[in-house]
């Protein structure tokens, strides 16, 4: 089968901390009825993009969007037997914020007092000093995709990525990639039935 992963929608990375700072980006055959669809089958993960996940990871994204396809009426079947085949890429890229902060001490303005020609005294205080503190963050960005293909035409019919901060901590992981997931579930042409 001749799986294309529509490479313009891949930004970044994933595994989003906060679903609330994850940039979704879709696309789709509008001449589809998404509607027609009711089983779907996983491809798989797009050659070598799995490589930067465990086993416990890529098994959360996949119960994730299981779900997610569920709630909008698509049973999970075995390979082969799927009306929609879907795959899933994801790449990382790491990245380095840099922050400059200047704080102030002293300083001022001149006061006293002269005469017209400028004779005379004058009091007052001045200078100071600024200090600037330069600090550098280190932070991973994911780009999860996700590419779902009409398996009679074998042809790409819906596409979507997030991308957002990854989050190392497993704990997190495992509350925020259904978060994420359905994030990015948003932008499939068919809503979840419950809601």
């Known amino acids: 089968m001749n799986m294309r992963i529509f490479t313009t929608l891949m930004l970044g990375v994933f595994i989003l901390a906060s679903c609330s700072s994850i940039k979704v980006t879709s ?9 027609e669809y009711k089983t779907m089958e996983y491809w798989g993960w797009a050659k ?5 996940l465990n086993r416990f990871e890529k098994e959360r994204i996949e119960a994730a969007f299981g779900e997610e396809f569920k709630k909008r009426g698509l049973e999970l079947v075995e390979k082969g037997q ?3 085949i ?7 890229e790491d990245k380095v914020q840099k922050t400059a902060n200047t ?4 300083g001022g303005g001149y006061y006293g007092y002269a005469d017209y ?11 100071g000093h600024s200090t600037t503190t330069y600090n ?3 932070y991973t960005v994911g780009t999860l995709a996700v590419s779902a293909y009409d398996a009679k035409k074998q042809q790409l019919i819906w596409e979507a990525a997030g991308q957002g901060t990854v989050d190392d901590d497993p704990q997190s992981q495992e509350k925020g990639i259904p978060k994420a997931v359905a994030k990015i579930m948003e932008a499939y042409p068919v809503q979840p039935v419950n809601q």
């Open 82 to 84: 799927g009306d929609m």
């Open 48 to 52: 070598n993009s799995d490589q930067v």
């Open 27 to 35: 696309d789709l055959d509008k001449t589809v009825d998404f509607n």
């Open 103 to 106: 704080s102030h001490m002293g």
């Open 136 to 138: 550098e963050y280190e």
């Open 117 to 127: 020609y400028d004779y005379g005294p004058g009091w007052g205080w001045g200078g």
């Open 86 to 92: 879907v795959s899933l890429f994801i790449v990382t």
